[in-house]
């Protein structure tokens, strides 16, 4: 099994798995999506709302809001000696006071801990009108993306690498085939159609269709994989797709000696 790095900027990155199945690759997808702990707003504690939005709505957008969260430092809730979740180790306080008139963005969050932050500071969560007051603490905690979306880190998605072929006997490089393509991956070169760049081949179909002679087939290959991940800003993607095949490494020890108890 071997995993090549194609682009890692920013928030987004991509991969190549080859040498696996369709299974793993989707047990990394979920558990990406599902078994990565993130901090996230889990309760808010509002003083004052003069706003025209319910409490119900200003906490649900706050909750929406990507925090960046710490290699080390917290504790899962559920594994926290407090077992109220509101110490040091298993939470972070925000505070937020505005008064308007104007929009209160997400700059305005002053959390207890500068490594627990809004990812972005120009997220919108309401406005105040003249004399209207907003104050509120939102209580951070850790916790997981199969309990609520919230917690999700990103976007991961896969698929097979395709695989294009041409058969020299019937095709007479017409160049039908190129024009068809709509991401223009497709050139001729010493009368032979060839592929630019195979990984940014959607698997449409079009260039098979464009096709009279029928030289063309196009297929996937399912021992390779082309991952994108899209991170929401919490978590580096690399360290998004580390975190859920650690993931995996332990559910994997723990299957066994489940398995002992029967």
Known sequence: MEIEIRKLDGNEMEFVLSGANPAFANSIRRAALRDVPIM?????EFKVNDSAMYD?????RLAMIPLTTPAKGY????????????????????ELKAEGPGMVYSESLKPSDDEVRPVSGSIPIVKLENGQRLELVAIARLGFGKDHAKWQPGIVAYKYMPVLE????????????????????????????????????T????????????????????????????????LPPDQIILRAIESLREKFEEFPKLVKKL
């Open 40 to 44: 996230a707003i889990d309760e808010v």
């Open 56 to 60: 119900e709505i200003i906490a649900h």
């Open 75 to 94: 504790q899962l809730p559920s594994e926290c000696g407090c077992r109220e979740g509101r110490c040091e180790k298993c939470s972070v306080d925000l």
């Open 166 to 201: 041409f058969d020299p006997k019937l095709c007479n490089a017409c160049g039908d085939c190129v024009k068809a393509c709509p991401k223009g991956i497709l050139e001729v070169v010493e009368k032979r159609v060839r592929v630019k760049d195979l990984t940014q081949c």
């Open 203 to 234: 698997m449409c179909k079009a260039c098979v269709e464009s096709c009279s002679s029928e030289a063309v087939r196009v297929s996937g290959d399912p021992s390779k994989f082309i991952f994108r991940v899209e991170s929401t800003g919490t």
